[in-house]
């Protein structure tokens, strides 16, 4: 063989492994992390009071059962006009976890049972396993608050990236 | 050419949103009006009791507004979700009272989260004229 033909084969190895790399390796179908979404009356109306969750974080029939729920939202009154509801409701069931094909959604919804309607993600056995080192008294420092406040050790949670590079848990 | 545009789409929108506090309490007023034929006008002493004001929420917890809000009206509050709310007073926060779509929203939200019932328009211009009133 020439020797830039050798170069070449090299470079075709080198870039073919680092895109397998980049894409999580041999992954069972879909991306690593959630898509990038967008939807104005979705981010302005859900991060009012708490962080911005990501539709692909609960099936369509929690994110159904939640925004006909508003007015007992967690024992808050988070009610919404009906059009605006309406808007959210079709975002996130078109983007919930059981539409989406990426790694992190998947194994989330394959950990709930078909019986179970969950509101809080901290309640599926995907969260609770991946989340076992995490004391109780870790969760409830005031730099965190609860267990549903991703964001504070997630730093991109709001984007729907919870990749481990991604971690800081406060102190 | 684009930056007129641009230029007479935030005029337009300023026109169709913006409201003054002052056009707020008048709306209020006018309501008051009519839940009330004794109406007297808003006092700011009155909204600040009403602020401040502690009450046994039926879940067994002391509410009021000042749970999230604070005392002070013009320090940032805290959501039960740990997320930030910007100063109350338009003295420091001059978003404030200035949509009248967001206030009918959260007044119809937290008024029946802290109170348990609605607000009458009296309370909510009580409200207005105190958080105007913190200078």
């Known amino acids: ?36 979404v967008a939807n104005a009356k979705w981010k302005a ?19 159904n059962k939640m925004m006909f729920g508003l007015d007992k939202h967690f024992g808050e009154n988070a009610s919404l006009d009906a059009a605006t509801r309406d808007e959210i409701s079709r975002f996130l069931a078109l983007n919930s976890a059981d539409k989406q094909d990426n790694r992190r959604s998947n194994r989330l919804n394959q950990s709930i049972p078909a019986s179970a309607t969950p509101l809080r993600i901290s309640e ?14 870790t969760f409830k420092r005031k730099s965190i608050g609860s267990a549903a406040n991703c964001v504070a050790c997630h730093q991109a949670a709001e984007k729907g990236d919870f990749s481990e590079s991604q ?4 102190r | 050419m684009r930056n007129w545009f641009v230029i007479l789409g935030m005029l337009f929108s300023v026109n169709v949103f913006a409201a003054m506090p002052q056009e707020l309490l008048k709306q209020y007023e006018a309501q008051a009006k009519q839940e009330s034929p004794t109406f007297s006008g808003f006092s700011a002493e009155k ?18 507004c000042s749970t999230c809000h604070t005392n002070d009206p013009r320090n940032q509050g805290k959501t039960r979700a740990n997320k930030v709310i910007e100063a109350m007073a338009p003295s420091v926060n001059p978003q404030r009272f200035t949509d009248v779509a967001k206030v ?30 913190v200078k």
């Open chain 1, 1 to 36: 063989m020439k020797k830039w033909m050798q170069f070449l084969v090299l470079i075709a190895s080198i870039s073919s492994t680092s895109a397998l790399l980049a894409s999580g390796g041999f992954s069972e179908g879909g991306d690593k992390q959630m898509p990038t």
């Open chain 1, 45 to 63: 109306e859900c991060s009012g009071c708490h962080m911005l969750y990501h539709p692909g974080l609960l099936p369509e029939r929690s994110w």
């Open chain 1, 124 to 137: 599926t056995r995907y969260f609770t396993s991946k989340h076992d080192e995490v004391s109780a008294t």
């Open chain 1, 167 to 170: 971690i800081r848990i406060p």
């Open chain 2, 47 to 64: 909204g600040a009791s009403f602020f401040h004001a502690e009450r046994m929420h039926s879940d067994g917890k002391k509410v009021s």
């Open chain 2, 104 to 133: 009918e929203k959260w007044f119809g939200r937290n008024c029946k989260d802290v109170l348990e019932r609605t607000c009458t328009a009296q309370e909510k211009g009580d409200y207005i004229q105190y958080l105007l009133s």
